[in-house]
């Protein structure tokens, strides 16, 4: 089993950035594919980018693509989430997600079994 706790979210304005974490723990964070999703007041939970087990394969939803980078640290069971050129439209409340059991195929899914509890992201016009 994977705890997934995210930190780093805040308020910025327009064109800021910041740096989400996603501490995981156990011992199985390196064998998990991870993503970051996001969810908007009244809107459904959206993909913001995914990134396998090494790092070799990342994606992003064409929203970020560009601003946002995803990064892990499978020694320190860390992952992250950086957003640059923040928009209004980016705000929402940000999860991490792992799985082992997702792959490839379905890393942009919402069908991971792990999630942490979300980070408040607000930027302002």
């Known amino acids: 089993q994977v705890q997934l706790v995210e930190s780093g979210g805040g308020l910025v304005q327009a064109g800021g950035s910041l740096r989400l974490s996603c501490a995981a723990s156990?011992?199985?964070?390196?064998?998990?594919?991870m993503g970051w999703f996001r969810q908007a007041p009244g809107k459904e939970r959206e993909f913001v980018a995914a990134?396998?087990?090494?790092?070799?394969?990342?994606y992003y939803a064409d929203s970020v693509k560009g601003r946002f980078t995803i990064s892990r640290d499978n020694f320190k069971n860390m992952g992250y989430l950086q957003m640059n050129s923040l928009k209004p439209e980016d705000t929402a409340v940000y999860y991490c997600?792992?799985?082992?059991?997702?792959?490839?195929?379905?890393?942009?899914?919402?069908?991971?079994?792990?999630w942490g509890q979300g980070t408040q992201v607000t930027v302002s016009s």
């Open positions: 990134i396998s087990r090494s790092g070799g394969t990342i």
């Open positions: 997600a792992a799985d082992r059991r997702i792959t490839i195929a379905t890393m942009t899914t919402d069908e991971y079994a792990y």
């Open positions: 156990g011992p199985t964070f390196s064998s998990a594919i």
